[in-house]
């Protein structure tokens, strides 16, 4: 009473004199938080302390009532702004230093005044209803995932980077649901139908890295070499609970060790803790103490494959060394996200390397990043490694496979260039000093440029601050059959004469030996002096180990014979720079590639390369051939994919391969075989189908036949899992064989509601914009492309880019072409970043325009 007295009483002087009006504001107020708001409050705002506590009701919709007290210290004062992106009637009371004051709130933020606060300690209570767009709720439980800038749609906060804090949390709710957040828990308190958490105070965190998730889920604590570890899932498969949970253990324990080791910095958080939670938005998210996965990674059974195993170990390993690269040290601005991303990726690889060999890991840092990193930086829409940011509204649009596979190529061409061993000391000077703060590119650039002795700025400038890649050429000359001369010359893609050093090997083939020499391509030009008096080889493989980055010439003569390639490594490098070749129009034709590929399913036993080349040929199939050359060679690739299956006696090879099988299948035979599979529950010989599988396999079938059936309602009566019996039923309108009910589903993902759940909706679209759907489902582009901006805005940072590849990647017809063509010229003044993420998505669909045939 005493406070709404105080109110009452302030309330008329502030309308009579107009203070707040007459403030002179030196930041502007507007929507997001601007760089120059942020550079200012971390300027005057330390010593953050939140306390908040929310009030979590059973019901998903009803609301969730909730309070928070912030304090901090000012070395100025102005007008304060608090970061909050709900409507005002989510503010119920707010008092500044202990005196009630009239809520004034404009363009996403709280408007406290220059006479209410003071210089040092100050104190702010706030009520409010909590915001539900970033707590993705769900029946009976919820996560809350606040990066890069979704804590303010939570809780009013200052939500920026470097305005780190410790957050003392509270939870009420419901008996029976179990809780984690980022401190450990201290104690409970039982009422009637609710429990009360309380948890210890946390360690020092920005706003994107606090979260706790609550709901119904199964409890495990562990103790792995003396440090307690807890796990919260939903999963109910006892065979996946049994293969998985004691090795998601043992993978965050090595993981731990090695970094422990590698960093010589002690794991530094209070306590290990990570949640899976069904069809989570990303792979995982390194919230210290909550780390959330995608449980559909964790759980795996035993018809997994071995690349599936090696994943799950890589996302431990990536989550896990984001403690030190992320959550220890942390980025000043989200221009500078990449950084986090890529030591997680890179230290992630070295954990791979430790426990799987030099050979695996090889394989699979060339797989994991080089495709993806080219997909990227081939486009009309390629973009750098650090890219300006001017607004962190803007911030999800910076995420992309170029921070996360680009980026991990460069450093690992940096730890070269430096020598691994200078390359550590200069990391690990790095973690030190900025410890449990904040940090540039800048910084760490200066700490390692006094580690070596190379131009690391102007190395810097091409590789991290410049898109794009280079374009390899090379000349030969001979002197007999000797060579006399061999150099390699490289050119931007888009031309001009820029030089990325790099460092990687070319082999020369002979008919009894090889030779491999190194290149190291400092210039323009490089001469290989090591090549002079060598022999004529019979041909050269350029980027041998895979090292390298670029557009690599092809010699035809190693496509001959590229099959007799006895490395795995040097096959892949092939059969990458192949593909690249193909989509630049150079040395194949789709057709021409798609037959040379489709002979390696039987002979490549490799799993990852058998992975890498199927996904090759279902790519070049339905995306770069006309459909009458699809008709063509359809009958022909199912029986060599089906006899390479049958033949194949790698339990993981013949689970590729039918995957690849149920993905370009289109004969009525084919179709009959599938749904015998299906119906019968009775895998091919040697193969393990689970429960995900037949789902996947009766998605398949609704997708291809245009008869009545029921596969779909028997699946869903056949899944036992309530989260993923949710996920059918979901999914279940954009593959009805009624146009109408696929029309409407469309149109329901026009209101945010239907779009919660963000991997449903990009795995719909994909279905729905299936080559075999498209004459129906071509007219939802325009509509597609008009909701980007907003699917920005109210989406999670991956979701543009998932959006746009899902309604997009399946098209290679002229009309389409000419909508994004239509859409991009009708839209002038559109967001650049959202502009590069069409012409990144879109690409292949350019492409085909000029080599489909």
Not at 44 to 72: G, K, R, V, W
């Amino acid at each position: 009473m005493k406070n709404i007295t105080k109110y009452l009483l302030l309330l008329p002087l502030l309308i009579s004199t107009g203070f707040a009006q007459q403030v002179k504001q030196s930041i502007a107020v507007e929507p997001g938080v601007s760089f120059a708001l942020a550079t200012s409050r971390s300027a005057s705002i330390s010593n953050i302390q939140y306390q908040l506590h929310f009030n979590i009701p059973a019901e998903q919709t009803a609301l969730i009532h909730s309070t928070e007290s912030i304090d901090f210290k000012l070395n100025k004062i102005d007008q304060l702004q608090i970061d909050f992106k709900q409507n005002t009637d989510h503010l119920k009371t707010i008092s500044v230093n202990g005196e009630a004051t009239a809520i004034s709130f404009k363009d996403e933020h709280i408007l406290i005044e220059p006479q209410y606060l003071k210089l040092g300690n100050n104190h702010i209570e706030i009520a409010f209803i909590a915001g539900n767009e970033s707590l993705n709720r769900n029946k009976d439980f919820l996560y809350a995932l606040f990066v890069p800038d979704h804590a303010r749609t939570v809780f009013p906060c200052f939500d920026q980077p470097d305005l780190k804090a410790n957050f003392l949390l509270s939870l009420t709710v419901p008996i029976d649901w179990k809780v984690m957040a980022n401190a450990v828990k201290k104690d409970s308190l039982l009422q009637a139908n609710t429990i009360t958490y309380h948890f210890k105070n946390s360690d020092k965190l920005p706003t994107y890295l606090f979260s706790f998730t609550a709901g119904r889920y199964t409890f495990i604590n562990k103790k792995m070499k003396d440090r307690n570890m807890e796990f919260l899932h939903r999963e109910t498969d006892s065979a996946k609970i049994k293969l998985s949970v004691d090795s998601v253990f043992v993978a965050h324990r090595d993981a731990i060790d090695f970094l422990e080791d590698w960093t010589a910095i002690k794991f530094p958080f209070q306590k290990v803790g990570f949640v899976g939670v069904p069809d989570f938005q990303f792979g995982g998210m390194e919230h210290p103490g909550e780390v959330q996965y995608k449980a559909s990674a964790l759980f795996l059974d035993q018809g997994a494959t071995k690349d599936q195993f090696i994943s799950r170990s890589n996302l431990i390993s990536h989550e896990t060394a984001h403690m030190w690269f992320g959550d220890l040290v942390t980025m000043k601005w989200f221009n500078d996200v990449w950084m986090k991303e890529v030591f997680a990726n890179f230290m992630a690889d070295k954990v791979t390397e430790k426990l799987m060999g030099k050979s695996t890991f090889d394989l699979k840092f060339l797989q994991d990043h080089y495709p993806a990193a080219y997909g990227v930086d081939r486009t009309l829409g390629a973009n750098p490694i650090r890219q300006q940011l001017d607004n962190l509204q803007e911030a999800g649009s910076m995420y992309g496979n170029i921070i996360y596979h680009k980026a991990p190529i460069m450093m690992r061409q940096l730890e070269l260039l430096m020598g691994k061993a200078d390359f550590q000391k200069g990391i690990r000077e790095y973690l030190k000093k900025y410890a449990y703060s904040n940090a540039t590119w800048n910084d760490l650039i200066t700490i390692l440029s006094k580690y070596t002795k190379s131009d690391l700025y102007s190395w810097n400038k091409v590789w991290v601050n410049e898109p794009g890649r280079p374009i390899f050429s090379y000349d030969i000359k001979y002197d007999g059959d000797k060579i006399s001369d061999l150099s390699l010359n490289q050119t931007g893609e888009t031309g001009g004469q820029r030089v990325w050093p790099q460092s990687f090997t070319i082999k020369l083939v002979y008919p009894i030996y090889n030779k491999v020499l190194t290149v190291n391509a400092k210039t323009a030009k490089t001469i290989i002096t090591e090549a002079k008096g060598l022999a004529k080889p019979q041909y050269i493989l350029f980027n041998a180990n895979g090292a390298g980055y670029g557009l690599f010439p092809i010699d035809q003569l190693m496509v001959a014979d590229v099959y007799n390639i006895t490395d795995p490594l040097e096959r892949a490098s092939a059969y990458i720079n192949c593909y690249e070749n193909m989509l630049s129009g150079k040395s194949f034709k789709p057709y021409e590639l798609l037959v040379v590929l489709l002979k390696g399913i039987t002979v490549d036993k490799n799993e990852m390369n058998l992975r890498l080349l199927t996904g090759y040929i279902t790519n070049i199939y339905w995306t770069f051939l006309k459909a009458e050359k699809r008709e063509s060679i359809n009958v022909l690739m199912e029986k060599t994919i089906w006899k390479a299956l049958d033949e194949e006696k790698q339990a993981n090879n013949k689970k590729i391969l039918f995957n690849a099988y149920q993905n370009i299948y289109q004969s009525a035979d084919a179709a009959k075989r599938m749904y015998g599979i299906w119906f019968k529950q009775s895998a091919p010989e040697g193969i393990k189908l689970s429960e995900d599988d037949y789902s996947s396999l009766a998605l398949t079938l609704a997708l291809k036949t245009d008869t009545t059936n029921t596969i779909l309602k028997e699946q869903l009566s056949r899944t036992k899992n309530e989260d993923r019996k949710n996920r059918l039923i979901y999914l279940m309108p954009a593959l009805s064989l009624d146009v109408k009910e696929r029309d409407n589903f469309f149109n329901s993902l026009k209101d945010r509601k239907n779009r919660q759940k963000e991997a449903w909706v990009a795995t719909a679209l994909a279905y729905l914009h299936h080559p075999v759907r498209q004459a129906t489902s071509a007219k939802y582009l325009g509509e597609s492309l008009d909701l980007l901006t907003e699917i920005q805005k109210t989406g999670d940072i991956f979701f543009p880019q998932s959006w746009l590849a899902a309604v997009f990647s399946g098209y290679n017809s002229e009309k389409a072409y000419a909508v994004v063509q239509e859409f991009l010229k009708s839209h002038p003044g559109y967001s650049p970043k959202l502009k590069d993420k069409i012409l990144q998505t879109t690409d292949n669909l350019r492409r085909a325009q000029q080599i489909m045939h």
